[in-house]
């Protein structure tokens, strides 16, 4: 039961990811763009950078990779959703046999459904984000040079310098097989380190969105019940009744900016790892550690060269997760009704 939740909301995050990919996907270039120069080259800003990408390149270039992008956001969003949901349910079906053995209440054990603690929300999703991490690493290395390298063919190619821009693939399978030839198998896992503690990102962004999420749906039924009861008698009871079904779920406007003030938190908190591991993905030469990037971005840029390309990254972040939650809850009810006809026959 617990396994066919959890593949009901990881579809439904999966096609929601969908969505939101082919919205925001310019912007996701513009970012990975800017984390990967250096000042003195960088766009001015996400405007900046769209605009120049359209002008200079033309506007398909803003869409090299998407493919790869599909593929990327897809798994990611299905892997994480998946053993998120996962654990989280075996985690609170073992709280509420535990609760049972100390509380006769049925009725009122079925009402409430346990909450977890922060600790344990955060544990849960920063091992669901290293499982996704490690399966992942792979394409996000490879989707890193693909944006990059449509960059650099554009330059070289102003300088006449043709044989070295046809040996800048954008296609998925040359690229990975290109890496492990030079850089070998684990040239695929670079930026991993950075990676595995960027598990934080979404482990902290899920656990501030399911927390504002039961907060807000609590606050709206209070403010609906407090408002019902100063009408007459002889409508209380209908109006609680269909006060209490249309709040089972939020509007897809709340879910919108709940979603977006989840993300923002996590990604200020955890923006420099970010940009150090595009960094160390992007590069072909050596190995190099996140303290090593780190480092060196603070000798280059100074302090705040750890947050360049933080405007880009939050526009497509917020933008993205928001849109990606909101279709999420939309389609969910679509995806459960598919499960349980699949499992009528």
Not at 203 to 225: G, P, S, T, V
Not at 267 to 275: D, F, G, N
Not at 295 to 319: C, H, M, N, R, W
Not at 321 to 339: G, P
Request: with cysteine; net charge positive.
């Amino acid at each position: 039961m617990e396994i066919e939740k959890s593949l009901q909301s990881a579809t439904s995050g999966m096609l929601g990811s969908w969505f939101a990919t082919s919205i925001i996907y310019p912007l996701d270039v513009v970012k990975t763009r800017i984390q990967s120069t250096t000042s003195k080259d960088a766009y001015k800003g996400t405007l900046d950078g769209l605009l120049r990408i359209v002008k200079e390149e033309g506007w398909r270039s803003l869409y090299t990779g998407l493919n790869v992008m599909y593929i990327k956001e897809s798994l990611k969003t299905f892997v994480y959703v998946f053993f998120y949901e996962l654990f989280k349910g075996f985690y609170i079906k073992q709280t509420r046999k535990s609760g049972d053995d100390d509380d006769d209440d049925d009725d009122d054990e079925k009402e409430k459904k346990p909450e977890m603690g922060v600790l344990i929300n955060l544990v849960i999703g920063c091992v669901a984000g290293c499982i996704t991490q490690i399966l992942l690493n792979p394409i996000n290395v490879s989707l890193a040079r693909i944006q990059t390298n449509t960059f650099l063919n554009y330059t070289r190619s102003l300088k006449g310098n043709e044989s070295a821009t046809k040996a800048l693939s954008t296609n998925l399978l040359v690229i990975i097989k290109e890496i492990i030839t030079k850089e070998g198998f684990f040239g695929l896992y670079k930026g991993l380190v950075p990676s595995l503690i960027l598990t934080l990102n979404p482990a902290i962004q899920y656990m501030i969105f399911d927390k504002l999420k039961r907060f807000w749906l609590k606050y709206l039924r209070k403010r609906k019940r407090n408002s019902t009861r100063q009408q007459n008698n002889s409508t209380k009871n209908t109006q609680n009744n269909k006060c209490e079904k249309k709040l089972t779920k939020l509007p897809s406007f709340h879910i919108f900016i709940i979603g977006a003030i989840a993300k923002i938190i996590a990604t200020l908190v955890t923006y420099p790892y970010i940009m150090a591991k595009v960094r160390m993905q992007i590069n072909k030469k050596q190995n190099v550690g996140t303290l090593v990037v780190l480092l060196a971005v603070l000798k280059e840029d100074g302090f705040f060269g750890l947050y360049s390309g933080l405007q880009t990254q939050i526009y497509k972040s917020v933008i993205g997760t928001s849109l990606m939650y909101m279709a999420k809850e939309k389609i969910h009810n679509t995806v459960k009704q598919i499960f349980q006809l699949i499992n009528k026959k």
